[in-house]
C-alpha cells in the first residue's frame, strides 16, 4: 500500500517561498503521477500540479507561474515550490499519487500558514 | 477553464437513498472521480472512472455519467456516510474539482 507523507514548514512570510516535501513508500516514484492539491481552510481541493514518472510536469493555469514540482528518485520524494506567497495561499496542503487518471492515495496534508 | 458545479448540501434520511450531482459542460465525455471526506481528514476515493469502486469501498456507493451530469448514489445511506463530498475530472491534463456537497443524514 503506498503512503505519503508531507513535510516542511507550516509558517511562511508573505512574498516568500513555500517549499514541501512529499515521500512516499511502499511504492516505486518512478512509475505513475505525482500531484500536489491544496485546500484553504473551509473550501474545496485546489489542484495544484503533477510530475510524472518520465519527469514531465503540468500546472494549474492559475499558478503555472509561481509553482515548480520536482522529484528526487533517490531518496523517493517528489517537492513543490511556491514562490510569492500571500494570505491567500494559506492552505492544507496534500502530495497524492494519481494512477491510470485516477488520484487514489493521499498524504495526511500539512497546514501552511502565510503570515507575518 | 472546466468547471464543475455540485450543490452545497443535500439531506438523506438514515437507510434512505441519498444522490449527489455533478455538472459540467460535456461531462459525459469525461471520466469522473468522487471523494469523500470528513472532518480533519483526506479525501478518500470512493468512485473512480465514473462507476468503478474501489477496494475496500462499501457497494453501497455507486455512480454514473451521461450528458452533462455525472451522479454519486450512496444507498442505505448510515450516520457514518455524512462528510462533503467532492466530483473531479481532468481537463487537458489538468485536474478539476466541484466545490463540493456537505451531506447530512438526519
Partial sequence: QVQLQE??????????????????????????????IRQPPGKGPEWIGYISYSGSTNYSPSLKSRVSISVD?????????????????????????????????WGQGTLVTVAS | ????????????????TASIACSGDKLGN??????QQKPGQSP???????DKRPSGISERFSGSNSGNTATLTISETQAMDEAVYYCQVWDSSTGVFGGGTK???L
Avoid: H, M
Fill in chain 2, 1 to 16: 477553464s472546466y468547471e464543475l458545479t455540485q450543490p452545497p448540501s443535500v439531506s438523506v434520511s438514515p437507510g434512505q
Fill in chain 2, 44 to 50: 478518500l476515493l470512493v468512485v473512480y472512472k465514473d
Fill in chain 1, 73 to 105: 528518485t533517490s531518496k523517493n520524494q517528489f517537492s513543490l515550490r511556491l514562490t510569492s506567497v500571500s494570505a491567500a495561499d494559506t492552505a492544507v496542503y496534500y502530495c497524492a499519487r494519481a494512477a491510470a487518471g485516477t488520484i487514489d492515495y
Fill in chain 2, 103 to 105: 451531506l447530512t443524514v
Fill in chain 1, 7 to 36: 513535510s516542511g514548514p507550516g509558517l511562511v512570510k508573505p512574498s516568500e517561498t513555500l517549499s514541501l516535501t512529499c515521500n512516499v513508500s511502499g511504492g516505486s516514484i518512478n512509475s505513475d503521477f505525482w500531484n500536489w
Fill in chain 2, 30 to 35: 469525461y471520466y469522473v472521480c468522487w471523494y
